[in-house]
């Protein structure tokens, strides 16, 4: 079974400052995937960011970047220079083989002008 | 790529009634997914279709819920019987041929459904 945890139900951030928001998983699938969603208001989710377990290297996206730490079975996503239209809820999942994608219940990220 | 089309918007039906929903993914995908979303929550899994074969059902799926998608393009989602409890969004979502996991869901707008 694959667990997707977030602890933070809602962040503050100040526009133009870097905001980490926090995700752990758990799974005994030794090959998955973990990915990031935004989900503003209007409630399209939004595809943000995809790690694989065996990719070495964080991911990068434009202004997002995933802090991927294997051993604690963590995958937090980093988001720099916030804008105004970062506000959203911000999903995490993932995905073992051909399964499923399980989600966590989200963070709400509100940006301050 | 026109995206995953999901119709209608909005329902709003008595309890009781029979509802179902349509989801076109994006051309090129075989893999179809259904997820249900409340207030305040991640999305949740219902089912998923690879091509025409239904090959996963959560056990949230009561036996009022079923899906279909016969030539392995749209799919439909029914509810029968509709209760209170599923007031919520459906999310359809498709992924391309290839290796998974590394495949990310593209979804559509969702139809937000409202039990009266």
């Known amino acids: 079974a694959q667990k997707i945890t977030q602890t933070q139900p809602g962040m503050f951030v100040q526009e133009k400052e870097a905001v980490t928001l926090d995700c752990t998983y758990d799974t005994s699938d030794q090959s998955y995937g973990l990915f990031w969603y935004k989900q503003p208001s209007s409630g399209e989710m939004i595809f943000l960011i995809y790690q694989g377990s065996y990719d070495e290297q964080n991911a990068t996206e434009g202004r997002y970047s995933l802090n991927f730490q294997k051993a604690r079975k963590s995958a937090n996503l980093v988001i720099s220079a916030s804008q105004l239209g970062d506000s959203a809820m911000y999903f995490c999942?993932?995905?073992?083989?051909?399964?499923?994608?399980?989600f966590g219940i989200g963070t709400k990220l509100q940006v301050i002008p | 790529d026109t995206g995953v089309s999901q119709d209608p918007r909005h329902k709003i039906t008595k309890r009781g009634q029979n509802v179902t929903f349509r989801c076109d993914p994006i051309?090129?995908?075989?893999?179809l997914y259904w997820y249900r979303q409340t207030l305040g929550q991640g999305p949740e899994f219902l089912t998923y279709?690879?091509?025409?074969?239904?090959?996963?059902k959560s056990r949230l799926l009561s036996d009022r819920f079923s899906a279909e998608r016969p030539k392995g393009s749209f799919s439909t989602l029914e509810i029968q019987r509709t209760e209170q409890g599923d007031s919520a969004m459906y999310l359809c979502a498709s992924s391309p041929p290839g290796v998974a996991p590394h495949s990310p869901l593209h979804f559509g707008n969702g139809t937000r459904l409202t039990v009266t």
């Open positions: 279709f690879q091509n025409e074969a239904q090959l996963e």
């Open positions: 999942a993932m995905r073992g083989g051909y399964q499923k994608v399980t």
């Open positions: 051309s090129e995908h075989n893999r």
